[in-house]
Protein backbone atom coordinates (compact mmCIF):
# COMPACT_ATOMS: atom_id res chain seq x y z
CA UNK A 1 0.00 0.00 0.00
CA UNK A 2 1.75 3.61 -0.91
CA UNK A 3 1.04 6.54 0.51
CA UNK A 4 -1.06 9.03 -1.18
CA UNK A 5 -1.39 11.82 1.08
CA UNK A 6 0.76 13.04 4.14
CA UNK A 7 -0.22 16.14 6.63
CA UNK A 8 2.54 16.95 8.14
CA UNK A 9 2.35 19.69 11.14
CA UNK A 10 -0.38 21.69 9.60
CA UNK A 11 -1.27 25.14 11.26
CA UNK A 12 -4.00 27.57 10.33
CA UNK A 13 -4.94 31.06 12.02
CA UNK A 14 -7.32 32.77 9.87
CA UNK A 15 -7.20 36.76 10.14
CA UNK A 16 -2.65 35.46 11.57
CA UNK A 17 -1.32 38.61 12.17
CA UNK A 18 -4.81 40.74 13.13
CA UNK A 19 -6.24 41.43 16.59
CA UNK A 20 -9.01 38.41 15.09
CA UNK A 21 -5.99 35.93 14.84
CA UNK A 22 -7.84 32.86 15.38
CA UNK A 23 -6.15 29.28 15.26
CA UNK A 24 -8.49 27.11 13.94
CA UNK A 25 -5.47 24.27 13.03
CA UNK A 26 -2.34 23.11 15.52
CA UNK A 27 0.04 20.45 14.40
CA UNK A 28 -2.64 18.36 12.61
CA UNK A 29 -0.66 15.41 11.07
CA UNK A 30 -1.42 12.14 9.57
CA UNK A 31 -1.42 9.77 6.32
CA UNK A 32 -3.44 8.36 4.11
CA UNK A 33 -2.89 4.89 1.93
CA UNK A 34 -3.76 4.78 -1.76
CA UNK A 35 -7.39 3.30 -1.71
CA UNK A 36 -8.33 4.00 1.65
CA UNK A 37 -11.56 5.47 2.94
CA UNK A 38 -10.72 7.71 5.82
CA UNK A 39 -13.77 9.38 7.33
CA UNK A 40 -12.97 12.96 9.59
CA UNK A 41 -15.44 13.29 12.22
CA UNK A 42 -15.16 15.99 15.31
CA UNK A 43 -17.97 18.55 16.88
CA UNK A 44 -18.89 21.51 15.07
CA UNK A 45 -16.05 23.76 14.88
CA UNK A 46 -13.51 21.09 15.67
CA UNK A 47 -11.23 22.40 12.08
CA UNK A 48 -12.68 19.90 9.52
CA UNK A 49 -13.57 22.31 6.80
CA UNK A 50 -10.75 23.89 7.66
CA UNK A 51 -8.55 20.65 6.96
CA UNK A 52 -9.93 19.29 4.05
CA UNK A 53 -9.38 22.98 2.50
CA UNK A 54 -6.40 22.85 2.29
CA UNK A 55 -5.96 19.22 0.54
CA UNK A 56 -6.64 20.67 -3.02
CA UNK A 57 -4.72 24.38 -2.12
CA UNK A 58 -7.96 26.07 -1.63
CA UNK A 59 -6.52 27.53 1.72
CA UNK A 60 -2.40 28.06 2.02
CA UNK A 61 -0.84 26.26 5.53
CA UNK A 62 0.09 28.77 8.11
CA UNK A 63 2.22 26.73 8.56
CA UNK A 64 3.23 22.67 7.71
CA UNK A 65 2.99 20.85 4.97
CA UNK A 66 0.33 18.80 2.61
CA UNK A 67 2.22 16.36 0.56
CA UNK A 68 -0.15 14.75 -1.98
CA UNK A 69 1.41 11.70 -4.46
CA UNK A 70 5.03 12.76 -3.12
CA UNK A 71 4.99 16.33 -4.00
CA UNK A 72 4.33 19.35 -1.60
CA UNK A 73 1.86 21.10 -3.00
CA UNK A 74 3.04 24.60 -2.02
CA UNK A 75 7.05 23.97 -3.21
CA UNK A 76 5.99 25.44 -6.68
CA UNK A 77 2.80 27.72 -7.23
CA UNK A 78 2.54 25.70 -10.72
CA UNK A 79 1.54 22.28 -9.00
CA UNK A 80 -1.85 23.95 -7.80
CA UNK A 81 -3.51 23.48 -11.26
CA UNK A 82 -1.98 19.87 -11.28
CA UNK A 83 -3.18 19.28 -7.68
CA UNK A 84 -6.94 20.59 -7.93
CA UNK A 85 -6.72 17.79 -10.80
CA UNK A 86 -5.84 15.55 -8.74
CA UNK A 87 -7.76 16.36 -5.80
CA UNK A 88 -11.43 16.88 -5.73
CA UNK A 89 -13.21 18.79 -3.19
CA UNK A 90 -16.77 18.47 -3.21
CA UNK A 91 -18.39 21.37 -0.52
CA UNK A 92 -21.49 21.37 1.50
CA UNK A 93 -24.66 21.26 0.21
CA UNK A 94 -22.50 21.32 -3.81
CA UNK A 95 -26.50 21.63 -5.28
CA UNK A 96 -26.19 25.18 -4.87
CA UNK A 97 -23.53 25.17 -7.48
CA UNK A 98 -25.61 23.29 -10.11
CA UNK A 99 -26.15 26.12 -13.25
CA UNK A 100 -26.09 24.68 -16.39
CA UNK A 101 -28.93 24.17 -18.37
CA UNK A 102 -29.28 20.08 -18.40
CA UNK A 103 -27.77 17.49 -15.88
CA UNK A 104 -25.25 16.62 -18.61
CA UNK A 105 -24.03 19.66 -19.15
CA UNK A 106 -23.45 20.07 -15.44
CA UNK A 107 -21.79 16.57 -15.16
CA UNK A 108 -19.72 17.97 -17.82
CA UNK A 109 -18.19 21.30 -16.86
CA UNK A 110 -15.40 20.00 -14.31
CA UNK A 111 -13.89 17.38 -17.32
CA UNK A 112 -14.65 20.31 -19.70
CA UNK A 113 -12.48 22.35 -17.61
CA UNK A 114 -9.61 19.59 -17.80
CA UNK A 115 -9.56 19.68 -21.26
CA UNK A 116 -11.88 17.03 -22.36
CA UNK A 117 -13.71 17.48 -25.75
CA UNK A 118 -15.59 15.35 -28.50
CA UNK A 119 -16.23 11.62 -27.95
CA UNK A 120 -13.71 11.83 -25.37
CA UNK A 121 -15.66 13.79 -23.10
CA UNK A 122 -19.10 12.30 -23.66
CA UNK A 123 -17.69 8.27 -22.84
CA UNK A 124 -16.37 10.49 -19.64
CA UNK A 125 -19.88 11.30 -18.79
CA UNK A 126 -21.45 8.05 -19.61
CA UNK A 127 -19.00 6.33 -17.92
CA UNK A 128 -19.24 8.05 -14.48
CA UNK A 129 -22.93 8.36 -14.45
CA UNK A 130 -23.01 4.32 -15.30
CA UNK A 131 -20.57 3.80 -12.26
CA UNK A 132 -22.33 6.22 -10.24
CA UNK A 133 -25.88 4.84 -11.11
CA UNK A 134 -27.33 8.17 -12.08
CA UNK A 135 -29.64 7.20 -15.05
CA UNK A 136 -29.67 8.77 -19.15
CA UNK A 137 -32.87 9.32 -18.96
CA UNK A 138 -31.81 12.51 -16.18
CA UNK A 139 -29.28 13.91 -19.02
CA UNK A 140 -31.15 16.24 -20.65
CA UNK A 141 -33.54 17.40 -17.62
CA UNK A 142 -32.89 20.67 -15.70
CA UNK A 143 -31.18 20.28 -12.51
CA UNK A 144 -33.78 22.10 -11.11
CA UNK A 145 -36.33 19.73 -12.09
CA UNK A 146 -34.85 16.99 -9.44
CA UNK A 147 -34.96 15.97 -6.16
CA UNK A 148 -32.94 16.97 -3.43
CA UNK A 149 -31.02 13.93 -3.06
CA UNK A 150 -31.08 13.30 -6.87
CA UNK A 151 -29.11 16.96 -7.26
CA UNK A 152 -26.87 15.92 -4.72
CA UNK A 153 -25.76 13.16 -6.55
CA UNK A 154 -25.27 14.73 -9.91
CA UNK A 155 -23.03 17.44 -8.25
CA UNK A 156 -21.24 14.92 -6.77
CA UNK A 157 -21.01 13.30 -10.32
CA UNK A 158 -19.57 16.46 -11.69
CA UNK A 159 -16.29 16.36 -9.70
CA UNK A 160 -15.90 12.63 -9.96
CA UNK A 161 -16.12 12.68 -13.38
CA UNK A 162 -13.17 14.69 -13.49
CA UNK A 163 -11.63 11.26 -11.63
CA UNK A 164 -9.54 12.60 -9.20
CA UNK A 165 -7.76 9.92 -7.42
CA UNK A 166 -8.48 11.74 -3.88
CA UNK A 167 -11.87 12.38 -3.42
CA UNK A 168 -12.78 14.66 -0.27
CA UNK A 169 -16.37 15.30 0.75
CA UNK A 170 -17.33 17.57 3.22
CA UNK A 171 -20.71 16.55 4.89
CA UNK A 172 -22.08 14.71 1.71
CA UNK A 173 -25.01 13.17 3.48
CA UNK A 174 -25.99 16.58 5.21
CA UNK A 175 -29.63 17.19 4.79
CA UNK A 176 -30.71 14.27 3.10
CA UNK A 177 -33.81 11.49 4.26
CA UNK A 178 -32.44 7.72 4.85
CA UNK A 179 -32.57 6.63 1.21
CA UNK A 180 -30.66 9.74 -0.43
CA UNK A 181 -27.98 9.34 2.52
CA UNK A 182 -27.75 5.56 1.12
CA UNK A 183 -28.00 6.61 -2.26
CA UNK A 184 -24.40 8.88 -1.73
CA UNK A 185 -22.84 5.83 0.59
CA UNK A 186 -23.11 3.98 -2.34
CA UNK A 187 -21.66 6.14 -4.96
CA UNK A 188 -18.99 6.74 -2.98
CA UNK A 189 -18.40 3.23 -2.13
CA UNK A 190 -18.54 2.71 -6.11
CA UNK A 191 -16.08 5.56 -6.85
CA UNK A 192 -13.05 4.03 -4.58
CA UNK A 193 -14.19 0.71 -6.20
CA UNK A 194 -13.90 1.18 -9.76
CA UNK A 195 -11.08 3.64 -9.25
CA UNK A 196 -9.46 2.68 -6.09
CA UNK A 197 -9.70 6.51 -5.45
CA UNK A 198 -8.48 7.29 -1.97
CA UNK A 199 -11.56 9.35 0.23
CA UNK A 200 -11.73 11.43 2.67
CA UNK A 201 -15.20 12.41 3.75
CA UNK A 202 -16.39 14.88 6.83
CA UNK A 203 -19.57 13.56 8.15
CA UNK A 204 -21.63 13.87 11.58
CA UNK A 205 -23.47 10.49 10.85
CA UNK A 206 -21.79 7.68 12.56
CA UNK A 207 -24.18 5.28 11.62
CA UNK A 208 -22.39 6.34 7.97
CA UNK A 209 -19.24 6.86 9.19
CA UNK A 210 -19.40 2.54 10.55
CA UNK A 211 -20.28 1.09 6.80
CA UNK A 212 -17.74 3.28 4.85
CA UNK A 213 -14.86 4.14 6.73
CA UNK A 214 -11.65 2.14 6.93
CA UNK A 215 -9.98 4.86 9.31
CA UNK A 216 -11.26 7.48 11.51
CA UNK A 217 -9.95 10.73 12.07
CA UNK A 218 -10.84 12.59 15.46
CA UNK A 219 -10.79 16.35 15.28
CA UNK A 220 -11.17 18.17 18.45
CA UNK A 221 -10.27 21.61 19.65
CA UNK A 222 -8.06 22.14 16.16
CA UNK A 223 -5.99 19.29 16.55
CA UNK A 224 -6.27 15.57 15.98
CA UNK A 225 -7.45 13.65 19.19
CA UNK A 226 -7.17 10.11 17.55
CA UNK A 227 -6.68 8.53 14.18
CA UNK A 228 -6.99 4.81 14.05
CA UNK A 229 -9.23 2.04 12.54
CA UNK A 230 -12.67 2.39 12.83
CA UNK A 231 -12.95 -0.30 14.91
CA UNK A 232 -10.35 1.00 17.28
CA UNK A 233 -12.05 4.38 17.61
CA UNK A 234 -15.25 3.42 18.09
CA UNK A 235 -14.09 1.40 20.78
CA UNK A 236 -13.20 4.30 22.94
CA UNK A 237 -16.84 5.74 23.45
CA UNK A 238 -16.38 7.09 27.06
CA UNK A 239 -13.67 9.60 25.20
CA UNK A 240 -16.15 10.26 21.88
CA UNK A 241 -18.52 11.33 24.42
CA UNK A 242 -16.37 13.70 26.49
CA UNK A 243 -15.64 15.87 23.35
CA UNK A 244 -19.01 15.51 22.11
CA UNK A 245 -19.39 12.74 19.68
CA UNK A 246 -20.71 9.05 19.71
CA UNK A 247 -20.87 5.80 18.84
CA UNK A 248 -23.31 4.11 15.95
CA UNK A 249 -26.45 3.59 18.35
CA UNK A 250 -26.60 -0.14 17.59
CA UNK A 251 -22.64 0.22 19.80
CA UNK A 252 -24.99 1.97 22.65
CA UNK A 253 -27.45 -1.25 22.20
CA UNK A 254 -24.86 -3.32 22.95
CA UNK A 255 -23.18 -1.32 25.59
CA UNK A 256 -26.40 -1.24 27.43
CA UNK A 257 -26.89 -4.82 27.22
CA UNK A 258 -23.02 -5.47 28.48
CA UNK A 259 -23.72 -3.08 31.31
CA UNK A 260 -26.53 -5.59 32.50
CA UNK A 261 -23.98 -8.16 33.07
CA UNK A 262 -24.51 -9.68 29.95
CA UNK A 263 -20.71 -11.04 27.84
CA UNK A 264 -21.25 -9.09 24.40
CA UNK A 265 -18.90 -8.36 22.04
CA UNK A 266 -17.58 -4.53 22.04
CA UNK A 267 -17.37 -4.55 18.42
CA UNK A 268 -20.54 -4.40 17.34
CA UNK A 269 -20.66 -1.28 14.97
CA UNK A 270 -23.72 -1.51 12.41
CA UNK A 271 -26.74 -3.80 11.91
CA UNK A 272 -25.23 -6.45 9.98
CA UNK A 273 -22.51 -6.67 13.12
CA UNK A 274 -25.52 -7.20 15.47
CA UNK A 275 -27.46 -9.33 13.25
CA UNK A 276 -24.70 -11.82 11.81
CA UNK A 277 -23.44 -11.74 15.92
CA UNK A 278 -27.33 -12.67 17.35
CA UNK A 279 -27.56 -15.55 14.79
CA UNK A 280 -23.86 -17.23 15.63
CA UNK A 281 -24.94 -17.17 19.35
CA UNK A 282 -27.84 -20.35 20.13
CA UNK A 283 -30.97 -18.15 19.54
CA UNK A 284 -34.40 -20.08 18.87
CA UNK A 285 -35.96 -20.49 16.19
CA UNK A 286 -35.31 -18.00 13.02
CA UNK A 287 -33.01 -18.25 9.94
CA UNK A 288 -29.27 -18.08 10.49
CA UNK A 289 -28.33 -17.27 6.88
CA UNK A 290 -27.20 -13.32 6.68
N1 LIG B 1 -13.22 32.27 7.37
C1 LIG B 1 -13.03 32.18 8.67
N2 LIG B 1 -12.53 33.23 9.38
C2 LIG B 1 -12.30 33.13 10.71
N3 LIG B 1 -12.54 32.03 11.46
C3 LIG B 1 -13.04 30.96 10.82
C4 LIG B 1 -13.32 30.99 9.41
N4 LIG B 1 -13.82 29.76 9.05
C5 LIG B 1 -13.86 29.04 10.19
N5 LIG B 1 -13.40 29.75 11.25
C6 LIG B 1 -13.26 29.27 12.64
O1 LIG B 1 -12.33 28.20 12.65
C7 LIG B 1 -12.77 27.14 13.50
C8 LIG B 1 -12.91 25.86 12.69
O2 LIG B 1 -13.97 26.01 11.77
P1 LIG B 1 -14.38 24.90 10.73
O3 LIG B 1 -15.39 25.48 9.83
O4 LIG B 1 -13.16 24.34 10.11
O5 LIG B 1 -15.03 23.80 11.69
P2 LIG B 1 -15.87 22.48 11.34
O6 LIG B 1 -15.28 21.38 12.14
O7 LIG B 1 -15.94 22.30 9.86
O8 LIG B 1 -17.31 22.81 11.92
P3 LIG B 1 -18.79 22.32 11.43
O9 LIG B 1 -18.99 20.91 11.94
O10 LIG B 1 -19.71 23.28 12.09
O11 LIG B 1 -18.83 22.41 9.94
C9 LIG B 1 -14.09 27.63 14.12
O12 LIG B 1 -13.81 28.16 15.39
C10 LIG B 1 -14.57 28.69 13.17
O13 LIG B 1 -15.33 29.66 13.84
MG1 LIG C 1 -17.52 22.26 8.49
Redesign the pocket.
Known sequence: MSIVLSVKNLTHT??NNTPFA?N?LSNVSFTVNSGEIVGII??????????VSHLNGLLKPTSGDIIIDGKNIWDDPKHIKEIRSLVGLVFQYPEYQLFEETVYKDIAFGPKNLGLKGEELHKRIVETCKTVDIDEKFFDKSPFELSGGEKRRVAIAGIMAMRPKVLVLD?PVAGLDPKGRNDVIKMIEEYRNTYNATVLI?S?NMENMSVLADKLLV?NG?KVSMFDTTENVFKRGEELRKIGLDTPIITKVFDRIREKGYIVPDNIFTVYDAVKYLSSVKVQGGDTDV
Not at 42 to 51: A, F, I, P, V
Open positions: YNHAGHTGSGKTTLEVHMG
